[in-house]
Every structure is written in structure tokens, then in C-alpha cells.
């Protein structure tokens, strides 16, 4: 099983930048993928997640309005559109996939089997 997740990099605020998180060897069927980020000093934030079958999704209260996930499930690939990003964005984000997860636990990262490697996302003027 590997979640490679790409697209970080550094934007000045109110730019745009798209993460992707490609997946591969196993059946994304019945999964959770999700996004989570990390800044330097601050807990694992879940960002947003989207269900591959069905295609539900969740967005966190600080990135609604401004976040879009979204899923091509003939590549496995889930992506994370970043609009108006703000210096509060900054962050290392990493992509985790789960099968079964319960909608209400999509936001806790020790319900997630499978994490990426992370990409750093900073913005800046």
C-alpha cells in the first residue's frame, strides 16, 4: 500500500496550489481518504476528507469556503484544491486512507491505517 501525495510548495497569500495523493495496492473501494496537516508546535489537523465510494465529503471549520477535495477514481488519486490560501495554511500536509472509518471519527488520525509522506505547503508574502 503506498499514498504518494504531491504539489506542495510556497505561494504568496491568496494564491492557489493542488495536492495530490496518488494510491496504489489496494482497492480504494469502502475508503476514507483524507487530508491532514501539520505546522511547526501544533497538532495533526484534519483539513478534509472524501469517501471514495460515494464520494462524500468534509471539510474542516478553518478551510470551508476555501478547500476542495475531490477524487478521480479511475487514477486512485484524490485531490486537495487550495484557494486563498493564508499564512495560517502553512503547513506540512499529509494524505491517510482508511477503510470503514465511522463519518463522525473522519477527523481522528489514529482511524487511518495508511499515511503518505507529506508535502510542504508555505505561505508567505
Known amino acids: 500500500v503506498q499514498l504518494q501525495a504531491s504539489g506542495g510548495g510556497s505561494v504568496q497569500p491568496g494564491g492557489s496550489l493542488r495536492l495530490s495523493c496518488a494510491t496504489s495496492?489496494?482497492?480504494?473501494?469502502?475508503?476514507?481518504i483524507a487530508w491532514f496537516r501539520q505546522a511547526p508546535g501544533k497538532e495533526r489537523e484534519g483539513v478534509s476528507c472524501i469517501r471514495m465510494s460515494g464520494g462524500a465529503t468534509r471539510y474542516g471549520d478553518s478551510v470551508k469556503g476555501r478547500f476542495t477535495i475531490s477524487r478521480d477514481r479511475a487514477k486512485n488519486t484524490v485531490y486537495l484544491q487550495m484557494n486563498s490560501l493564508k499564512p495560517e495554511d502553512t503547513a506540512v500536509y499529509y494524505c491517510a486512507a482508511g477503510p470503514g472509518i465511522i463519518w463522525s471519527n473522519n477527523f481522528n488520525s489514529d482511524a487511518y491505517a495508511y499515511w503518505g509522506q507529506g508535502t510542504l505547503v508555505t505561505v508567505s508574502s
Open positions: 495496492g489496494f482497492t480504494v473501494n469502502g475508503y476514507t
